[in-house]
């Protein structure tokens, strides 16, 4: 079974930079992309950015375009999330997971808590 496991994240002040990393191990597994959401506090789970594994096209909420780039190294089978420029908005834990071919996603990583502070 795959398993996704995030790290990267921290308590940082606003205007710095985190890079989040999201690991895939386990069997080979077919997948239309990777995709990082997060939830804040009493807030329901929202996407955050996608990126084709075979083309590299990203997508991004406009919450963070501009901010934030996902990124991909297919040899280690790791997708990256580089966010500049952090919010106090922008705490909440960050999950990664895997889209399939209908544009659902699995397979969710445990998370990893981004806080930044005012």
């Known amino acids: 079974q795959v398993q996704l496991v995030e790290s990267g994240g921290g308590l940082v002040q606003a205007g710095d930079s985190l890079r989040l990393s999201c690991a895939a191990s386990?069997?080979?597994?077919?997948?239309?992309?990777m995709g990082w959401f997060r939830q804040a506090p009493s807030k329901e789970r929202e996407f955050v950015a996608r990126?084709?594994?075979?083309?590299?096209?990203?997508v991004y909420a406009d919450s963070v375009k501009g901010r934030f780039t996902i990124s991909r190294d297919n040899a280690k089978n790791t997708v990256n999330l580089q966010m500049n420029s952090l919010k106090p908005d922008d705490t909440a834990v960050y999950y990664c997971a895997v889209q399939d071919y209908t544009g659902s996603y699995s397979n969710w990583g445990q998370g990893t808590q981004v806080t930044v502070s005012s």
């Open positions: 386990g069997p080979p597994f077919s997948r239309y992309g």
């Open positions: 990126i084709n594994w075979s083309t590299g096209r990203t």
